[in-house]
């Protein structure tokens, strides 16, 4: 059985109460959790002061680089062990496992590399002035990561603000924190100073919110669902403090009647259904220009019919979802969309050994969903995709916007004009031309509009969201 701690101030820290750990796969329990409360989180934010006023805010920029470095390299040479881990802990097909910790190997490399890249400008002025910007670390940055992608989040979010020279308090979600007490250890074994990282898992309603309201934290990256980004973004707006909500989506792929359907197909099914279509940017919803519609129905049909899905180490298509309580939300869309007379074009197939136990849902395609159906409108967080006909671009447009969200979204063409029509028309933070996705580059910035939050993580935008700049104007005459 797997017992874990707090990882506050470089030591692990027994907590009073304990929280169990399923393997989603089984439905198993496999472990305890300590239940970090908000004590927990006033000794990690202290630490995080600690280390940023010491050892870890005296650092050089090329020397956290350095050091991040060496925790990538490490990760990546466990990444065997991480995605074992993350299969369990999540539910997630080893392959997709694996390739998250890669991802995390990744940011640190890129992050490493970036951290003696991020500097300020001098700026052109009066007479007798020299005027330059800096651009410092906010102090003490708070994390708190959701059950998705625990990884790759880790590694957008807490890893860009190690590399800017802030110290983190994590918060990983109280269904998956594993991977991220794996990286603790693996950052503390690399030499990454004391208190320059602390991980306190414990609920959402304790120590999430302990850590979301702490008068001593300076800047609040969240992913996960909107209701509960916008008791983030209250809470540290008490304490006047930057956050970075990363939220849902109901991202669209657009695809037109002139688009090399051969190229487009597995990218419109594998982005609705990776991670069981547990991803903030999965594409939930396929947008089929009418000559097409019928003919590309048939050819998603018969790939959903042939995806596979069962436990984590058998991986096969799609794992399970990750409790009992997220199926039962899924199993009641889905209910929900029958009940309204929508047609299932086609399932997915559990696999005959999947366990009894495991939280297991077919991947289903839903046909002819009006635009505004709660189904086309909700997302529903699970490997449930809706097809929507649409006659013209200014339409296609239209449904494409036409929810709350604003993440992600894919256009299918090979008009280059409209391409690029389309890529400004749409409400999204990224947009993907006749791909979806482009591979995950961590070099990408990410993030939404509407109520998919607002702040950009990856790439150089998360090192400039985890500085704050400063302007010195200077008279010499
Ligand atoms: P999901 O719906 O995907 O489970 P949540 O938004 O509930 O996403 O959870 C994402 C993260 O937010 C988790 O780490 C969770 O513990 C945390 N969380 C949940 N409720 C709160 C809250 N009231 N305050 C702060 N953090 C919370």
């Known amino acids: 059985m797997i017992e874990e701690k707090l990882f506050i101030a470089g030591q692990w820290v027994a907590a009073a109460a304990r929280l169990p750990v399923e393997d989603p796969s089984t439905g198993e329990t496999i472990g305890t959790l300590a239940a970090g409360k908000a004590g927990d989180i006033d000794a990690a934010v202290g630490a995080a002061q600690d280390a940023f006023s010491g050892a870890w805010g005296a650092a050089t920029a090329a020397e956290r680089g350095r050091v991040l470095a060496k925790i990538g390299k490490a990760v990546e040479t466990q990444a065997d062990m991480l995605a074992e881990l993350e299969a369990r802990d999540v539910g997630k097909p080893l392959k997709q496992a694996r390739a998250d910790a890669l991802a995390l190997a990744r940011y640190l490399e890129f992050y490493a590399g970036a951290a003696d890249k991020l500097h300020g400008e001098t700026i052109p002025y009066l007479a007798g002035y020299t005027v330059y910007t800096l651009r410092e670390p906010h102090g003490v940055t708070g994390h708190i990561i959701p059950w998705n992608y625990p990884m790759q989040i880790i590694g957008r979010s807490v890893v860009g603000a190690l590399a800017a020279g802030n110290a983190a308090v994590v918060k990983p979600a109280e269904e998956a924190s594993l991977t991220a007490l794996a990286f603790a250890r693996i950052a503390d074994e690399a030499g990454l100073p004391a208190g320059a990282l602390n991980i306190v898992t414990g609920l959402g309603e304790e120590a999430g919110a302990a850590l979301a309201g702490h008068p001593g934290v300076h800047h609040i990256s969240f992913t996960g669902s909107t209701a509960v980004g916008a008791l983030i ?85 799609v794992g399970p979802l990750i409790s009992a309580a997220q199926k039962k939300r899924v199993e009641s869309y889905i209910a929900r969309g029958r009940g309204d007379g929508l047609a299932v074009v086609a399932e997915g197939a559990i696999a005959s050994n999947a366990p009894s136990g495991g939280h297991f849902l077919p991947p289903t395609l839903f046909a002819g969903v009006a635009p505004d159906h709660v189904l086309a409108q909700d997302e529903i967080f699970g490997p449930v995709q809706v097809a929507i006909p649409f006659d013209s671009e200014e339409e296609a447009i239209r449904i494409a916007n036409g929810t709350e969200y604003g993440l992600v979204a894919g256009i299918w063409t090979r008009d280059g004009s409209r391409a690029l029509r389309l890529s400004r028309a749409v409400r999204a933070g990224q947009v993907f031309v006749n791909n979806y996705g482009a591979g995950g580059g961590v070099e990408l910035p990410f993030g939404g509009t509407g109520r998919s939050g607002h702040g950009r993580e990856k790439g150089f935008e998360a090192l400039y969201a985890f500085t704050r700049l400063k302007t010195v104007a200077a008279f010499h005459g």
Do not use: H, W
């Not at 940017?281 to 019928?294: G, H, K, N, Q, V």
């Open 233 to 317: 973004q209250a809470a540290a707006g008490r304490n006047a403090v930057p956050v970075t909500l990363e939220l849902g989506g109901k991202s669209p792929q657009i695809v037109f009647a002139d688009a090399d359907l051969d190229r487009a197909l597995p990218f419109l099914v594998n982005a609705g259904i990776q991670n069981a279509g547990q991803t903030c940017s999965a594409s939930s919803r396929l947008l089929l220009e009418r000559p097409i519609y019928d003919q590309l129905l048939d050819r998603l049909a018969a790939r959903y019919r042939a995806l596979k899905v069962g436990a984590a180490r058998d991986d096969l298509d």
